[in-house]
């Protein structure tokens, strides 16, 4: 189960116990399953909601989860209301609960970071810096939690099993459970001496930061997971993963569209009518392109080969020109006679040099 508890309860970080418990109940009885029959979507929002509260009513995950945004013990289901996560569990479940005790390391929790690239450092491929808060095995005490030179002890409330058997009395009348030993935690041992630096967590939050080879081809918006590279776990449990969302900058002259590149090219309107060769700066240097005499705006020219890699398989996407001939503004008197002289030669009808009727109208009112 993800996400943010506070979110899923729609709560602020700041929520006192009573705001956490308050805002559960409303949410539970909204997504209980009896209120939604056959719902599948209130009944994985149900389960979210259970859990959220479940870390948020223990003062020792809460804490946690606040410092190190860490949801622990994923095993059991909670109990906030006098035995609902077993009603739950035996009506959607396996109909009578086994809370599991946390057996082995816990694994540290998912990271998540955002890498900025320019825009050729995505086209082509790049090693990157990242850099992270996270946590990092405690160096003082390799990661046991306990001062050196001192050691762990065996629980002697659940006698090392993690677990403690309880009855409970629920909605549907007595149940016998098994639940995390509260002294222990669920882990079967406890730490008399906590070391000083991690504060018996075995751990520490600090920064980080590591080389990252970026495929040539990544694009804006991707998310690279890196196994193993999240938050280790506490007492020497696994690191979880780091999510890096990829960032872009976008280009002065190109954009992307899929494989693509794009770049407008303006072309003055004496090239656009008789045609010219031009040297054009690409992402790889210089590219002699041809514009064709007599072409028109909207016009595309497509040099195979010369776009974004292909992130699977090999080759890249095309170059694409796409031509916007500009027309001349400011022409001197001399200039506006020719093509004056250019329209009437091609019989073609344009406003007479006082602005004609339009223009008397205009500048009358203006
Ligand atoms: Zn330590
Ligand atoms: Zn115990």
């Not at 939690?145 to 009348?173: E, N, W, Y």
């Not at 890249?316 to 001399?334: A, C, H, K, Q, Y």
Request: charged letters at 25%; aromatic letters at 8%.
């Amino acid at each position: 189960m993800q996400g943010d508890p506070y979110e899923i309860l729609q709560l602020q970080r700041n929520a006192s116990p009573e705001e956490i418990k308050k805002s559960y109940r409303r949410l539970a009885r909204e997504f209980h399953p009896d209120a939604n029959p056959d719902d599948p979507e209130a009944e994985k929002k149900f389960k979210e909601i259970a859990f959220a509260y479940e870390i948020l009513s223990d003062p020792e995950r809460k804490s946690r989860y606040d410092r190190f945004g860490d949801i622990g013990d994923t095993s059991s289901m909670g109990d906030p209301f006098g035995g609902i996560g077993d009603i739950f569990e035996s009506f959607f479940g396996s109909g009578f609960t086994q809370s599991r005790r946390r057996s082995g390391p816990v694994q540290g929790q998912d990271l998540e970071t955002s890498l900025h690239l320019a825009f050729d450092e995505a086209v082509f491929g790049c090693e990157k810096e990242v850099k992270i808060k996270t946590a990092l095995a405690c160096n003082s005490c390799e990661a046991t939690g306990a001062s050196p030179g001192s050691s762990r002890d065996t629980c002697t409330v659940c006698k090392g099993t993690g677990q403690v058997q309880q009855v409970r009395q629920s909605l549907l009348g007595q149940m016998m459970t098994s639940a995390a030993c509260n002294a222990c935690g669920g882990m079967g041992w406890v730490i008399p001496e906590p070391c000083q630096v991690c504060g018996g967590e075995g751990r520490n939050v600090e920064n980080d930061s590591f080389l990252v080879q970026v495929t040539a081809g990544v694009d804006d918006g991707t998310t690279l997971r890196l196994t193993g590279r999240g938050a280790v776990g506490p007492w020497g449990g696994p690191a979880g993963d780091l999510y890096v969302q990829i960032r872009v900058e976008n280009h002065q002259h190109f954009e992307r569209v899929g494989y693509d590149l794009v770049r407008v090219l303006p072309v003055k309107m004496t090239q656009a009518i008789l045609g010219i060769e031009m040297e054009i700066e690409t992402l790889d240097g210089s590219e002699s392109v041809v514009i064709p005499k007599g072409v028109a705006s909207g016009h595309v020219i497509r040099i195979r080969g010369k776009g974004v890699p292909h992130l699977q398989g090999r080759g890249r996407g095309d170059l694409l020109f796409e031509v916007i001939v500009e027309t001349p503004t400011n022409l001197t008197s001399e200039e506006e006679k020719f093509i004056r002289d250019f329209a009437g030669s091609r019989k073609e009808e344009v406003t007479p040099p006082d602005g004609g009727i339009i223009g008397k109208f205009r500048s009358a009112f203006s």
